[in-house]
Nanobody, 124 residues
Framework: QVHLVESGGGLVQAGGSLRLSCAAS????????MGWFRQAPGNEREFVAGVTSSGDMTSYADSVKGRFTISRDNAKDTAYLQMNSLKPEDTAVYYC?????????????????WGQGTQVTVSS
């Protein structure tokens, strides 16, 4: 079992930046691939970014490429999502998730554990 807690969300103006953190506790964090997803009101949850257990591979949704960066610090059991050049359409609840296989999945079903989410609101 892995317990995930997101933090760092908030209200920011368009063009601004936020860094989300996902703190993990429980089983060995370094064995898990980590992903970030988001869900806006009325929309399905969508993949944002993912990183392998070792951190050697990352994947991004086209909508965030060049603006968002996923990273992890296995010594701190924490994953991050650096979000720059934020747009109003980035407004959503952001969730982190852990994949037991250590890979970079892009689907909900690829992940085994989920955090409770953190709200990101980008004003125009």
């Amino acid at each position: 079992q892995v317990h995930l807690v997101e933090s760092g969300g908030g209200l920011v103006q368009a063009g601004g930046s936020l860094r989300l953190s996902c703190a993990a506790s429980g089983r060995t964090f370094s064995r898990y691939g980590m992903g970030w997803f988001r869900q806006a009101p009325g929309n399905e949850r969508e993949f944002v970014a993912g990183v392998t257990s070792s951190g050697d591979m990352t994947s991004y949704a086209d909508s965030v490429k060049g603006r968002f960066t996923i990273s992890r610090d296995n010594a701190k059991d924490t994953a991050y999502l650096q979000m720059n050049s934020l747009k109003p359409e980035d407004t959503a609840v952001y969730y982190c998730a852990a994949d037991r296989t250590g890979g970079v999945g892009v689907w909900d079903r690829d992940y085994d554990y989920w955090g409770q989410g953190t709200q990101v609101t980008v004003s125009s």
